[in-house]
């Protein structure tokens, strides 16, 4: 069974940055691609960026790149997401989700998620 820890919210100033991390266990295959999506409150959930574990192909929403940074570490079992110069409208929970094979956006189509963390970006 796969499962997904998210860790590393918080609130920080517009301009910050902050990492997240995701813990991934049970992985089976090398084909997982692992996501970060966002949700603010009263708007739809939106993909950020995703990652290949097995090769670490990555891969970027249009309106967030240059900003964030998406890694995997295989020997730790993590996938984090360094985000630069942060602005208050990147406030939102962040979950790391799970989908064997597919690198996309569609929520649907990802079998696990985490629990989310909290971005808070205020001054």
């Known amino acids: 069974q796969v499962q997904l820890v998210e860790s590393g919210g918080g609130l920080v100033q517009p301009g910050g940055s902050l990492r997240l991390s995701c813990a991934a266990s049970g992985f089976t295959s090398g084909y997982y691609v692992i996501a970060w999506f966002r949700q603010a409150p009263g708007k739809e959930r939106e993909g950020v960026s995703c990652?290949?574990?097995?090769?670490?192909?990555?891969h970027y929403a249009d309106s967030l790149k240059g900003r964030f940074t998406i890694s995997r570490d295989n020997a730790k079992n993590t996938v984090s997401l360094q985000m630069d110069r942060l602005k208050p409208e990147d406030t939102a929970v962040y979950y790391c989700?799970?989908?064997?094979?597919?690198?996309?956006?569609?929520?649907?189509?990802?079998?696990?998620w985490g629990q989310g963390t909290q971005v808070t970006v205020s001054s």
């Open positions: 989700a799970a989908n064997l094979y597919y690198i996309d956006y569609d929520a649907d189509i990802y079998d696990y």
């Open positions: 990652i290949s574990w097995g090769d670490g192909r990555a």
